[in-house]
């Protein structure tokens, strides 16, 4: 069965037109909180002579020892961006390259026409890159995504339609001063059913069935995924990827880890609660394991992960059972290099991206890992210095045997046993 996004699981860049405009300006270093030039870039000159490094950079990421590290997706809301230091570590989708001590990375569609400055309508596209636009089987339909209308499908296996995607957004972002670069809406299945382009006036060129389970389209996103990161890494020791992808259960453990491994950092804005969709915000048991499956083989591979918290209430109504569900999967899976956010949507119904929101368990003192996760009776535990992580991901209850005595963050005491509820978390402080 094709998958079909809910109306909620949009882009991260369709709703909010302004960050186009905060964005082009900010491929010309400029931040409009913040005064003075860009910082150079990293080992900034000329590209690397020799061939790229293939591994993860995962040394150039915020180092995540102990306790509750912050993303925040995108800050276009965000009027002063110093408030940003001490609060969060990366900014998926930043507006600056500044401050400095915060991972600010620079935001772009993987397959569409993006904020290489201002985005060029359909026309512009017809009259100057028509064999760039992708179409549906029916040849006369443009394989539009979410909804948009400007953002134009481009063809990812042209090394042109490449060259000028890497040139317009990757090299002037990296020459600003970026940390890295994000590129939204990675998947595996032709979802929004491209079929091929024109490579001249009525002269067809077919690229794939349109169907959602393409092999053809499916070796280009890997390929596209491998050369780019290739291409960064050759721009200079220090320049990092990060994409947007999600476990997608249509496809197979092989395609998804190898797109997940073909990258510095994984933004999973599915994350475990299936992008915060009504009625169904926490994952099955079987999806479950399937994310903590790729987390593990992206940590394995050296890439960093973020973890994405989308809850379908308006923010300040998320509950504190879903923010537990977030941050005790987050404190169970973490590593030195993971990271996690909250949030939840508009009253208009839109992500409430682009700002800054805090919660309570963020500030809770787990300390550091002081071990690996295990499982216990089908819910999984993990011990840190300063508490305990449980996760129950099953659809059962679950009583886990505690060796020491704990209070929850409302005050209640724990010593014997303490007992989870069907696909829940509890985070746990030592007393």
Not at 91 to 104: A, E, T, Y
Not at 245 to 251: G, L, P, V, W
Not at 296 to 322: F, H, V, W
Not at 423 to 428: A, C, D, E, F, R
Request: net charge neutral; glycine share 8%; charged share 20%.
């Amino acid at each position: 069965m094709a998958m079909v996004r809910a109306a909620n699981e949009a882009c991260m860049n369709a709703a909010p037109k302004v960050v186009f405009a905060a964005l082009a300006l900010a491929l010309a270093g400029c931040g409009r909180t913040i005064a003075g030039p860009p910082p150079a870039p990293r080992d900034a000159g000329t590209r690397l002579s020799q061939g790229p490094a293939t591994a993860p950079r995962r040394n150039q990421f915020p180092p995540t020892p102990s306790g509750i590290h912050l993303n925040l997706v995108f800050n276009y809301l965000v009027k002063y961006l110093r408030r940003e230091i001490g609060l969060v570590d990366v900014v998926w989708g930043s507006q600056s390259p500044l401050p400095r001590g915060i991972d600010n990375q620079f935001y772009t569609p993987f397959e569409r026409d993006g904020p290489y400055g201002a985005p060029h309508n359909l026309k512009w596209w017809k009259a100057h890159h028509p064999d760039w636009i992708e179409y549906r089987c029916d040849r006369k339909t443009v394989a539009f995504e979410f909804g948009e209308r400007l953002a134009v499908p481009i063809d990812i296996a042209d090394p042109a339609a490449l060259a000028y995607q890497r040139s317009a957004a990757v090299d002037p972002a990296l020459n600003a001063g970026y940390r890295a670069i994000d590129f939204d809406n990675l998947e595996l299945g032709n979802y929004w059913h491209r079929c091929g382009h024109f490579s001249a006036p009525h002269r067809w060129a077919s690229q794939y069935t349109g169907q959602y389970q393409d092999p053809a389209y499916t070796a280009d996103v890997l390929a596209w995924a491998k050369s780019t990161f290739a291409f960064i890494h050759n721009y200079s020791r220090t320049a990092t990827m990060a994409i947007n992808f999600s476990y997608d259960a249509n496809f197979g453990e092989s395609a998804n880890r190898a797109l997940a491994t073909s990258t510095d950092e994984v933004l999973d804005e599915g994350g475990f609660t299936n992008y915060g969709t009504k009625h169904h915000n926490v994952t099955t048991p079987r999806q479950w394991r399937q994310i903590v499956g790729m987390i593990r083989t992206i940590q394995a591979s050296g890439g960093c992960y973020m973890e994405n918290g989308e809850e379908p209430a308006l923010s300040k109504d998320i509950s504190q059972e879903e923010r537990l569900w977030v941050v005790a999967n987050y404190l169970l899976i973490r590593d030195d290099c993971t990271y996690v956010w909250i949030s939840g949507f508009t009253a208009s119904g839109g992500q409430d991206y682009g700002r800054i929101l805090i919660y309570p368990e963020y500030g809770l003192t787990v300390g550091a890992p002081s071990g690996a996760a295990r499982e216990t009776g089908g819910a999984w535990q993990r011990e840190y210095t300063g508490g305990l992580a449980l996760v129950n991901p099953s659809y059962r209850r679950v009583t886990i045997p505690l060796k020491r005595t704990y209070v929850d963050e409302n005050g209640r005491r724990y010593r014997r046993s303490i007992t989870l509820t069907a696909t829940s978390g509890q985070i746990l402080l030592l007393k």
